[in-house]
């Protein structure tokens, strides 16, 4: 499991049992919520900095990860690769094959019609 879904999981558990344990002292709804959050918040802050660290070393590798890949020149993503090769057939001037006709632009920007746009 991620380490990001373990963290998120015993933050959600220290806030439920919180507020269980307020609402059996009696404390109102509204009260009681707000009480389990910050509580839960500076419990968490205590009892998870294990989890907590290694989730920001996992945040970290990631981050240090696609840095260098852009350095690269690498793209970092599926979606990057499709987008950089837009980007490499419009400045080179290729259309794309299955694009439409009134799409397809020649060097000048001009579609090629003799009608103007409206």
Request: glycine share 6%; no cysteine.
């Given at each position: 499991?991620?380490?990001?879904?373990?963290?998120?999981?015993?933050?959600?558990?220290?806030f439920?049992?919180?507020?269980?344990v307020?609402?059996?002292?009696?404390?109102?709804?509204?009260?009681?919520?707000?009480?389990?959050?910050?509580?839960?918040?500076?419990?968490?802050?205590?009892?998870?900095?294990?989890?907590?660290?290694?989730?920001?070393?996992?945040?970290?590798?990631?981050?240090?990860?696609?840095?260098?890949?852009?350095?690269?020149?690498?793209?970092?993503?599926?979606?990057?690769?499709?987008?950089?090769?837009?980007?490499?057939?419009?400045?080179t001037?290729?259309?794309?094959?299955?694009?439409?006709?009134?799409?397809?632009?020649?060097?000048?920007?001009?579609?090629g019609?003799?009608?103007?746009?409206?």
């Amino acid at each position: 499991m991620s380490e990001a879904l373990v963290y998120t999981l015993q933050r959600l558990a220290l806030f439920v049992i919180t507020l269980f344990v307020l609402a059996l002292l009696g404390a109102e709804p509204i009260l009681a919520v707000v009480l389990a959050g910050v509580i839960s918040m500076g419990l968490s802050y205590v009892l998870l900095r294990k989890q907590r660290d290694a989730l920001a070393v996992r945040i970290a590798e990631r981050v240090e990860a696609r840095a260098a890949a852009r350095a690269a020149g690498e793209p970092t993503d599926a979606d990057s690769a499709a987008e950089d090769a837009t980007i490499d057939r419009a400045v080179t001037g290729g259309a794309s094959e299955d694009a439409a006709p009134e799409q397809r632009r020649d060097a000048s920007g001009s579609t090629g019609s003799s009608t103007p746009p409206n």
